[in-house]
């Protein structure tokens, strides 16, 4: 995939993110791997809706370097140990969507309850890492770790990370998580009553 294409392709997620109701104002970030070195994300403290390709940064995985005057999202650092530590990753989606992150907040795993959503998430626990300030070595490396060999992870207090082989991937993952959260939810509440 070349830069051009792949900011252009960013741009239009945040955009989609913030259509979806997935973020927030700034919230949230997204990025596409364009090749085994470099990836472009969303820039930092940037409404979606007023973004142009030219506002996604090119950031180097392995130096955090990125190009140009525009400062990549702060969640760069967790963008990058995901494509470091899982090759087949190309996209990463780090959402406040509503009732993931209101499991995030309670600092619980999910359990997915049902089948095909064990198979979009890439697993039957999607994991809660603990809490860490954000833009922080620990968060970044705890949220990797929740992941694991699944598609998403909560981060304690501050959302979800999701990631897929491609971006409609991730928006996938992203969609699935929060149908199984509502679903958890629910269970956990007929279960208490």
Known sequence: MGIDEAKEIVCNAGRQLLKEGLVAR???????????????ITPSGRKY????????????IYTLK??????????????????KTRAEVSAVIHTHQMYASIIAA???DVVVLEEQHRQILGGAIIKAAPYALPNTKKITVETAKAVGVTHAALMANHGVVCCGKSL??????????????????????????
């Open 66 to 83: 990125y190009e140009g005057s525009i400062k990549p999202s702060s969640e760069l650092k967790l963008h990058c140990e995901l494509y």
């Open 26 to 40: 700034t919230w949230g970030n997204v990025s596409v791997k364009v090749d085994d070195r470099r990836m472009v």
């Open 106 to 108: 309670a600092q619980k």
């Open 49 to 60: 809706d007023e973004l142009t390709p030219y506002d996604m940064v090119l950031v180097d």
């Open 168 to 193: 409609e991937d991730a928006f996938l993952v992203c969609r699935t998580l929060e149908d199984a959260c509502e679903k958890y939810l629910q269970h956990l509440k007929s279960t208490a009553a």
